[in-house]
């Protein structure tokens, strides 16, 4: 029993230890190694579709990606993306792209009421929700009214923690048209703060990594 | 000061942790990749569309489920306890089965299961006079049986099929020598009255019951415990008074649902969330239900123990599982309605019990429920 629990021990450190593409690789061969693949990245993957689309899509459109990531998983290249996160965004990206009128009926409802309905709505948290900011309601205002291309970009990088080649990755675009959506995104968005007053320029100390990025 | 990035990148950061855990979309993953690989998606889809019959569609979760649910079983977790490990693909599995490795706790089959429960449509209550027909397949100590059943909704008659032929049986008491028919079973609980407390295990009693039950757990376990107190009385001793109770209201609880053949809305997911609250319930995993389809048991082992039994991928229940000491060493202590219940071996209530007591075991699942027009239709 000893040495069967040390097998499966090691076998775990392993599958642990092992990169995004050899996992996948080894999935070919070996199905369970996806297990592995799925618990490293399901919880950020979760946590994104989550903030687009609410809790009650986001376990669908987690458990679709992952289904057709294994679908496809002979077609990955273990060879240029030793990280399959953007491999997983782009696919989930597809998926919420299907889900358009809902995700912008959010938007819309968060900036007219100033409650994340959707979101919040099997909590008790909705009193403390009223008060949002005003910022947050003008910015869900404004991610209303993006085009998508613009926002999937947008909150690729801002929500999923993306960088911008991995952006690129994800969208199947080159770097320049993704560096060029959030641009155009920001400056929408910024316009949209300044017309609310509720935004004033940022210090140079509290520029993001996305800022120094795109610089 | 704030710029867009940063109002942007706290809009909607601080999620409620339920929203965010992963298990259900796991389990989705496993279900659909189980359909997808033998073709079962269509036949899940059409068995709990609109069209079918409220009381199938609801007794899904009781039903022997086909292809569509034996391809779940290719992505079961068997025998290692949970633990993933290469050597099992090399079990018999689908080729391209995705095991995932984790140990399951009670608290977290049920709390699936409620979850599960919950995503099933509800029926209306039928009229006390409605015929349900039961098929229920037994396993006592390795033998199967297959009966057909039949109850009025309010349990004042019932029928069975015997050589060929319907025997329908009558409650009746008797008034000055003759018996009379017990209509009391038909009216409602008078108002003021626990239902829980008049439960008589008839459909109807047990439907009233089940909705009678306040959906937080805690309330839905004072209720119940209230009612088990008065039945069991209480261990005198507090350190067994925890455990003890939690194990007969597990017991109460399971039972109550096996015998409502139909069940309120939502009731069947507040029990389950009930029962994740009580200490002392143990999972088992790699089992099988009465149909032979693989299981997980969640509930109370050894002597007088009961389980339900769930699917290990869907966390649908399938049935309910009982234990119970051989005739020739039972007692009232071990298995009267009092018995509390013991492990084989332990520090049981009985010095009669061994660790190599063989115990019975008695599973029983519902192949089919419906309401049907008459006894001896199905």
Same mark, same amino acid.
């Given at each position: 029993?000893?040495?069967?629990?040390?097998?499966?021990?090691?076998?775990?450190?392993?599958?642990?230890?092992?990169?995004?593409?050899?996992?996948?690789?080894?999935?070919?061969a070996?199905?369970?190694?996806?297990?592995?693949?799925?618990?490293?990245?399901?919880?950020?993957?979760?946590?994104?579709?989550?903030?687009?689309?609410?809790?009650?899509?986001?376990?669908?459109?987690?458990?679709?990606?992952?289904?057709?990531?294994?679908?496809?998983?002979?077609?990955?290249?273990?060879?240029?993306?030793?990280?399959?996160?953007p491999?997983?965004?782009?696919?989930?990206?597809?998926?919420?792209?299907?889900?358009?009128?809902?995700?912008?009926?959010?938007?819309?409802a968060?900036?007219?009421?100033?409650?994340?309905?959707?979101?919040?709505?099997?909590?008790?948290?909705v009193?403390?929700?009223?008060?949002?900011?005003?910022?947050?309601?003008?910015?869900?205002?404004?991610?209303?009214?993006?085009?998508?291309?613009?926002?999937?970009?947008?909150?690729?990088?801002?929500w999923?923690e993306?960088?911008?080649e991995?952006?690129?990755q994800?969208?199947?675009?080159?770097?320049?048209?993704?560096r060029?959506?959030?641009?155009?995104?920001?400056?929408?968005?910024?316009?949209?703060?300044?017309?609310?007053?509720?935004?004033?320029?940022?210090?140079?100390?509290?520029?993001?990594?996305?800022?120094?990025?795109?610089? | 000061?704030?710029?867009?990035?940063?109002?942007?990148?706290?809009?909607?950061?601080?999620?409620?942790?339920?929203?965010?855990?992963?298990?259900?979309?796991?389990?989705?993953?496993?279900?659909?990749?189980?359909?997808?690989?033998?073709?079962?998606?269509?036949?899940?889809?059409?068995?709990?569309?609109?069209?079918?019959?409220?009381?199938?569609?609801r007794?899904?979760?009781?039903? %022997?489920?086909?292809?569509a649910?034996?391809?779940?079983?290719?992505?079961?977790?068997?025998? %290692?306890?949970?633990?993933?490990?290469?050597?099992?693909?090399k079990?018999?599995?689908?080729?391209?089965?995705?095991?995932?490795?984790?140990?399951?706790?009670?608290?977290?089959?049920?709390?699936?299961?409620?979850?599960?429960?919950?995503?099933?449509?509800?029926?209306?209550? @039928?009229?006390?006079?409605?015929?349900?027909?039961?098929?229920?397949?037994?396993?006592?100590?390795?033998?199967?049986?297959?009966?057909?059943?039949?109850?009025?909704f309010?349990?004042?008659?019932s029928?069975?099929?015997?050589?060929?032929?319907?025997?329908?049986?009558?409650?009746?008491?008797?008034?000055?020598?003759?018996?009379?028919?017990?209509?009391?079973l038909?009216?409602?609980?008078?108002?003021?009255?626990?239902?829980?407390?008049?439960?008589?295990?008839?459909?109807?009693?047990?439907?009233?019951?089940?909705?009678?039950?306040?959906?937080?757990?805690?309330?839905?376990?004072?209720?119940?415990?209230?009612?088990?107190?008065?039945?069991?009385?209480? @261990?005198?001793?507090?350190?067994?008074?925890?455990?003890?109770?939690?194990?007969?209201?597990?017991?109460?609880?399971?039972?109550?649902?096996?015998?409502?053949?139909?069940?309120?809305?939502?009731?069947?997911?507040?029990?389950?969330?009930a029962?994740?609250? %009580? @200490?002392?319930?143990?999972?088992?995993?790699?089992?099988?239900?009465?149909?032979?389809?693989?299981?997980?048991?969640?509930?109370?082992?050894?002597a007088?123990?009961?389980?339900?039994?769930?699917?290990?991928?869907?966390?649908?229940?399938?049935?309910?599982?009982?234990?119970?000491?051989?005739?020739?060493?039972?007692?009232?202590?071990?298995?009267?309605?009092?018995?509390?219940?013991?492990?084989?071996?332990?520090?049981?209530?009985?010095?009669?019990?061994?660790?190599?007591?063989?115990?019975?075991?008695?599973?029983?699942?519902?192949?089919?429920?419906?309401?049907?027009?008459?006894?001896g239709?199905?």
């Open positions: 029993v000893r040495s069967e629990h040390q097998l499966l021990q090691r076998w775990n450190d392993e599958q642990l230890r092992a990169s995004d593409a050899e996992l996948i690789s080894g999935s070919v070996q199905p369970e190694c996806f297990a592995t693949l799925f618990r490293r990245h399901a919880p950020g993957l979760q946590r994104y579709v989550v903030r687009r689309l609410g809790p009650a899509k986001a376990d669908d459109v987690v458990a679709e990606t992952f289904l057709q990531a294994f679908r496809h998983r002979q077609r990955y290249r273990v060879d240029e993306a030793p990280n399959a996160r491999w997983l965004y782009g696919i989930a990206t597809n998926l919420i792209s299907r889900e358009r009128r809902a995700e912008v009926r959010q938007y819309r968060l900036a007219r009421t100033g409650v994340d309905g959707e979101l919040w709505q099997f909590t008790d948290e009193d403390e929700r009223v008060s949002a900011e005003a910022s947050e309601r003008v910015l869900a205002g404004s991610l209303a009214s993006l085009p998508s291309k613009q926002r999937e970009a947008l909150l690729l990088v801002v999923a993306l960088s911008y991995e952006t690129a994800a969208l199947h675009v080159p770097v320049g048209t993704v060029s959506r959030i641009s155009r995104a920001r400056v929408r968005l910024r316009r949209d703060l300044e017309a609310a007053g509720t935004s004033e320029s940022p210090d140079e100390e509290q520029l993001t990594t996305t800022d120094r990025e795109e610089r | 000061m704030v710029d867009e990035m940063q109002v942007l990148a706290r809009m909607r950061s601080e999620l409620p942790s339920d929203v965010l855990d992963t298990e259900h979309a796991e389990r989705l993953f496993q279900t659909k990749l189980s359909d997808e690989q033998n073709g079962a998606g269509i036949a899940r889809s059409r068995w709990r569309g609109v069209g079918a019959h409220p009381a199938r569609r007794y899904g979760v009781w039903a %022997l489920g086909g292809a649910v034996l391809a779940l079983a290719l992505a079961v977790v068997s025998g %290692l306890g949970g633990i993933g490990a290469p050597a099992a693909s079990a018999g599995r689908s080729p391209a089965g995705v095991r995932f490795s984790r140990a399951l706790s009670a608290a977290g089959v049920l709390h699936a299961a409620a979850r599960e429960a919950a995503s099933i449509s509800p029926i209306p209550e @039928p009229a006390a006079h409605r015929w349900i027909y039961t098929s229920v397949v037994q396993v006592n100590d390795g033998h199967r049986s297959i009966s057909d059943n039949w109850i009025r309010d349990g004042i008659q029928a069975y099929m015997q050589d060929g032929k319907l025997i329908t049986h009558t409650v009746t008491y008797m008034r000055d020598g003759q018996p009379v028919v017990d209509n009391a038909a009216k409602p609980v008078p108002p003021g009255t626990n239902p829980l407390v008049v439960y008589n295990g008839m459909p109807m009693s047990s439907y009233v019951a089940l909705a009678s039950l306040k959906q937080p757990p805690a309330a839905v376990l004072n209720d119940v415990r209230r009612v088990v107190s008065r039945s069991h009385g209480t @261990p005198s001793r507090p350190a067994a008074m925890s455990h003890a109770l939690a194990v007969r209201e597990f017991k109460f609880l399971a039972q109550l649902l096996w015998n409502a053949s139909l069940v309120p809305t939502g009731a069947e997911s507040d029990v389950f969330n029962l994740a609250t %009580l @200490p002392g319930i143990s999972v088992q995993q790699g089992q099988t239900d009465a149909v032979g389809q693989p299981a997980i048991a969640v509930g109370t082992t050894g007088n123990g009961k389980q339900l039994l769930f699917n290990p991928t869907s966390f649908r229940v399938l049935g309910i599982r009982s234990t119970t000491p051989p005739p020739q060493l039972c007692t009232p202590t071990t298995c009267g309605a009092g018995a509390t219940t013991t492990t084989a071996g332990g520090t049981g209530t009985s010095p009669t019990l061994t660790a190599e007591t063989r115990l019975n075991s008695t599973s029983l699942a519902y192949a089919k429920v419906a309401l049907v027009p008459a006894p239709d199905r």
